[in-house]
């Protein structure tokens, strides 16, 4: 997709990579920006337009189909992280995070895909996760809705191509944003992730995989359980074997 003059729309615009990403899309020449959050006024980006955007409230989401009706690229990336496990984290918590990774995401997307669509066609970036392929106990609510976000990504792609709109991936572990502040881990600086994404939309990509944890879970999904989680390879059987 050419970039230059495009019509973007960016949900979780306001801070951390959803930031990076419209300004990127800004200093490739896109003709609009809308950069949506749930409070437009914490938008600060210059040259950006601010847009009202609550992806959990289909009113919300109706209402910003009706302003940025002229999108000819939507980047999903506003997300939640609540740090829930699944056996004992807080079931509004769960739902919370499903909301926003998948429900929400469905919900902008059919919005915004029949106007892309009536356009020409265009294109859509999902962001998604190292943890939609690896998932870690302590973070089960984030990495259930991560990896549905990821088969949503992948069954849309197919629906939408016939209409003309290309679906890229983006896959990354951690980044240097508020979302993670917290965690003492290796980051990647979001400037250089969106940059890469970027890229990817511009080329028509399926996937971007953008570091190199990605890079290592994505080629050994192939490999037997205990490979992506060591902690089972005391319990692990061969498949086939007697019980």
Not at 36 to 64: C, F, H, K, Q, Y
Not at 189 to 195: N, R, S, V, Y
Request: no cysteine; net charge negative.
């Amino acid at each position: 997709m050419d970039i230059r003059n495009s019509v973007a729309l960016v949900t979780g615009a306001n801070r951390g990579l959803g930031r990076h990403l419209a300004a990127g899309l800004l200093e490739r020449g896109a003709r609009t920006v809308y950069a949506a959050a749930r409070n437009p006024d914490a938008v600060d980006l210059p040259g950006a337009t601010p847009l009202r955007l609550d992806i959990t409230d289909p009113a919300s989401v109706a209402a910003a189909a009706a302003v940025a009706g002229d999108v000819t690229l939507l980047v999903n990336n506003a997300g939640s992280l609540t740090g829930a496990a699944l056996l004992d984290g807080d079931p509004a918590d769960i739902r919370l995070d499903m909301e926003t990774h998948y429900f929400g995401t469905l919900a902008v997307t059919r919005a915004f895909a029949p106007l892309i669509a009536a356009g020409g066609g265009g294109a859509v970036l999902n962001v998604l996760s190292v943890l939609s392929w690896v998932h870690p106990a302590g973070s089960g609510a984030y990495n259930a809705a991560k990896a549905a976000g990821w088969a949503l990504t992948n069954a849309l792609r197919l629906e939408l191509a016939p209409r003309g709109i290309t679906t890229t991936a983006l896959h990354v572990g951690y980044m240097d944003t508020d979302m993670v502040a917290h965690l003492d881990v290796e980051k990647s600086d979001p400037a250089t992730i969106a940059a890469l994404a970027l890229d990817g939309v511009a080329d028509g990509a399926l996937e971007v995989v953008a570091d190199d944890i990605s890079r290592a879970v994505r080629s050994g999904l192939s490999a037997e359980l205990p490979a992506l989680y060591p902690e089972l390879a005391a319990t692990a059987r061969p498949a086939g074997s007697a019980r």
